[in-house]
């Protein structure tokens, strides 16, 4: 159900929002002593349950196997987000969410955007030209380098010890060792992708800019930004050329979304498809049970693809 920001002053004003909180939506962990946090969408999650461990309940706005780019909120969850301990979220990245949030201040928030250094799109990042990208449009797959999400471990630490500072110190140690499980993390891949035969990789959706900024490779993505863009037929014929230029083994397609756009270019070229996972949500298919072990299965394939 799509909530408008419209619809959501009215409902506001009628004071409706508020009612809600005082019944079904009250913090889940309120009498359980737990803080409660939101996230927006799963890397999110990943961080605050790793950072709070016992002492936080998280719910992701995002349900498992849908994809949060246009994710629309329940008046319900809407609503929530005036009561919970603590919201985590990227503003620009789902529109519905910043507007929910405008109109429902949380109590305290962590929004990464806010923090973070967010890569503009290049030119060549939006190949369809129309209106999925506005002049000087961001890169929101932040997440995907692994150095962004210490920065976002930090932050939610930090705001987790403020909500309770009783806990401040449990915080801190779990933040200390998530940092550190993010930090081999990033020596595997430093590691892994020196020395790659080749430094092109080519993806349906265009989620890993940060990823190849940092390990030196190059993204080409099929579509743009938004998984559900379709590419043109001009388009297509563009990367076929890049992968035969480029002597590219391997077409990538997302967990999330239907690899028939990969496959039909990989068929034509008789290359392979292979998936690398832009972590928007874990489920039963994902290649691993959390952010660190799909980040490693992403690792892996790009070792594959690339000969490194
Ligand atoms: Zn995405």
């Known amino acids: 159900m799509k909530i408008s920001r419209a619809v959501l002053a009215v409902l506001a004003s009628l004071g409706l929002l508020g009612l809600a909180g005082c ?23 990943f961080v605050a349950e790793r950072v709070g461990g016992g002492r936080v ?32 979220y990227q503003q620009g990245f789902q529109p519905s969410v910043d507007a929910a949030v405008q109109t429902v201040p949380p109590r305290r928030f ?31 797959h932040t997440w995907l380098d692994p150095n962004n999400m ?3 471990t930090e932050q939610v630490r ?41 430094t092109v990789f080519i993806t349906s959706h265009e989620a890993f800019g940060y990823l190849a900024d940092r390990y030196g490779l190059r993204q080409v993505g099929i579509r743009g930004i938004e998984p559900d863009t379709e590419p043109t037929a001009a388009r297509i014929a563009e990367v076929q050329t890049i992968a035969r230029e480029n002597q590219v083994t391997t077409i990538f397609f997302e967990t999330l979304v239907s690899p028939t756009v990969a496959e039909s270019v990989a068929g034509d070229l008789g290359l ?32 594959k693809a690339n000969g490194c």
């Not at 019944?23 to 999650?45: C, D």
């Not at 129309?130 to 002049?135: A, I, L, N, T």
């Not at 392979?272 to 394939?301: F, K």
């Open 150 to 152: 210490i920065a976002i």
């Open 158 to 198: 930090d705001a987790l010890s403020a909500a309770d500072p009783a806990s401040a110190t449990a915080f801190a140690d779990n933040a200390k060792a998530l940092i550190a499980d993010l930090t081999s993390l990033d020596a595997e891949y430093t590691k892994g992708l020196a020395g790659c035969r080749r």
């Open 23 to 45: 019944s079904s939506v009250a913090p889940a962990s309120s009498e359980s002593g737990q803080l409660s946090v939101t996230a927006a969408f799963y890397p999110f999650q």
């Open 57 to 88: 309940g998280v719910t992701n706005l995002t349900p498992p196997g849908s994809e949060p780019h246009d994710l629309e909120l329940s008046p319900k969850q809407v609503a929530n987000l005036g009561e919970v301990d603590l919201v985590i």
């Open 272 to 303: 392979v498809t292979d998936v690398l996972d832009p972590l928007e949500g874990i489920t039963d298919q994902s290649r691993g049970s959390d952010y660190l072990e799909v980040m490693r299965s992403n690792l892996a394939a790009l070792q």
């Open 110 to 140: 962590v929004d990464t955007a806010s923090f973070l250094t967010l890569r503009a799109l290049a030119e060549g990042d939006s190949p369809d030209g129309g209106d999925d990208h506005e002049q000087g449009a961001l890169d929101p």
